[in-house]
């Protein structure tokens, strides 16, 4: 199904990749400066992914980003002075300095979950919420990304099947951006598409160019449309590019 953008909505989704970039552009110089607090890592050439997922969901749905989600943060209305401060490790940041990188989120009032560093393991939390406002009745959809390498831990396996089993409301963005950390993905999975995974939980997969926010908005728009009408989780694949290292200290000589 296609669900037709106005003007104003191609506009907005414009401006927030464009938000991004500019904003990671200044974590760099900061990082570089020494003003950054622990690790950096980059969502260069994957805005589009974070960006045209979250701007599928509606404010009562649930997210939680990974740290190369700013972009979903962007969207979901925090504003740049909380991540740059967040990063900075500073007391005026959403977790008052205690904190860095992208680990806070907003329980209360937007509705995410702070990014959890074990890879996989927001997979079955997030699970837990799909169920959770199903059974307050609360039509809400939950949302989480992992990498192409999060995809091979035991904790995104059993958070699918259980999701896949219970029926849950669940949309799992999968960016594969080609490398985890220094592992291209030919090296660490026998397929050749990650989303011919979800066939093993009995749940439907979906494609699309991760670049492309047009396409990765209605592709997502789908997918939590469906989950809102009771058809069980959705795996999504979004085919990226990491454009840099890991992150900023890595030199990415592979």
Same mark, same amino acid.
């Given at each position: ?26 974590? *760099? ?9 622990? %690790?950096?890592?980059?969502? +260069? ?17 649930? /997210? ?19 991540? +740059? ?11 008052? %300095? ?8 907003? @329980?209360? %009032?937007? #509705? ?5 560093? /074990? ?6 939390? /997030?699970?837990?919420? &799909?169920?959770?406002?199903?059974? @307050? ?19 995104? #396996? ?49 494609? *699309? ?5 047009? &396409? ?15 058809? %069980? ?13 890991? &992150? ?7």
């Amino acid at each position: 199904m296609k669900y037709p953008l106005t003007r104003e909505q191609h506009l907005e989704l414009y401006y927030f990749m464009k938000l991004n970039r500019q904003l990671e552009d200044q974590l *760099v110089r900061l990082f570089r400066q020494n003003k950054v607090v622990g %690790g950096f890592y980059l969502s +260069l050439g994957q805005e589009a992914t974070s960006v045209g997922t979250a701007y599928a969901l509606e404010k009562k749905d649930w /997210m939680a980003p990974m740290i190369r989600n700013v972009g979903a943060l962007l969207v979901k209305g925090f504003p740049p002075r909380d991540i +740059l401060t967040q990063y900075m490790a500073r007391y005026t940041s959403p977790t008052l %300095g205690k904190d860095g990188t992208s680990h806070f989120g907003d @329980l209360a %009032g937007r #509705h995410v979950v702070s990014p959890i560093s /074990m890879l996989g393991d927001l997979i079955p939390v /997030m699970t837990g919420v &799909a169920m959770a406002g199903r059974y @307050l009745g609360q039509k809400i959809v939950a949302m989480t990304w992992i990498g192409d390498g999060g995809t091979s831990t035991g904790a995104f #396996h059993e958070g699918m099947n259980l999701a896949a089993s219970q029926g849950a409301p669940f949309v799992c963005v999968v960016e594969n951006n080609q490398w985890a950390y220094s592992t291209p993905v030919n090296r660490q999975v026998p397929v050749r598409n990650l989303v011919e995974r979800a066939r093993a939980y009995g749940i439907e997969g979906l494609v *699309v160019d991760g670049n492309d926010v047009v &396409a990765v908005y209605q592709t997502a728009k789908d997918a939590v449309e469906r989950c809102r009408a009771g058809n %069980g989780p959705l795996l999504i694949e979004a085919k990226t590019m990491r454009m840099r290292g890991h &992150a900023q200290h890595d030199s990415a000589d592979y």
